[in-house]
């Protein structure tokens, strides 16, 4: 099962995570957490302007940071099969391995990088209109994962589409 994910994180260098979403291939399973006690002085100014206005929009997400591990481990613990982790960027699947801890959960199998797929015209469009919606902005690491799936799910229905029409 793929599951998406992005994060967000307090500027390139230290990467501190402000935020973490997932959401499975289904989208029966969703995960999103935002971290209380992040180093606000260590933000980008992108970050400042762009990822923490868009916090505290959701009841119940928020943990202090030494408990953001358990709660990402506990909830890969609850699904049910091999996963495969699915991002656009090394620094997301990096605090995703911070965070599942080592060695990762055995039920991680491994990553798809979707980095190819980000640039492609079918991918492209579906994000944008994804997040062409107000309630879903970009930089919020909830909507981004979820836009992450809706722009995979596209470019795979072109791709059998385009499979079954070479047929």
């Not at 980008?44 to 202090?64: C, E, M, W």
Request: proline share 5%.
């Amino acid at each position: 099962m793929l599951i998406f994910l992005d994060t967000e994180f307090t500027n390139l260098a230290d990467r501190e995570p402000i935020s973490i979403g997932m959401v499975s291939e289904d989208g029966q399973h969703v995960f999103y957490r935002e971290v209380a006690n992040f180093d606000f002085d260590t933000c980008s100014a992108f970050v400042r302007a762009n990822v923490v206005p868009l916090l505290g929009r959701y009841k119940d997400v928020t943990v202090q940071a030494v408990m953001l591990q358990a709660d990402v481990r506990g909830w890969i613990g609850t699904l049910p099969r091999s996963l495969t982790i699915s991002c656009d960027s090394e620094w997301d699947w990096e605090i995703f391995v911070k965070l599942a801890g080592c060695p990762l959960p055995t039920n991680v199998s491994g990553r798809f990088d979707l980095r190819p797929l980000i640039d492609t015209t079918v991918f492209h469009k579906a994000v944008c209109r994804f997040h062409k919606h107000p309630d879903r902005p970009w930089h919020h690491a909830l909507h981004d994962a979820l836009a992450h799936r809706v722009g995979w799910m596209a470019w795979n229905d072109a791709r059998r589409q385009a499979m079954l029409s070479a047929k």
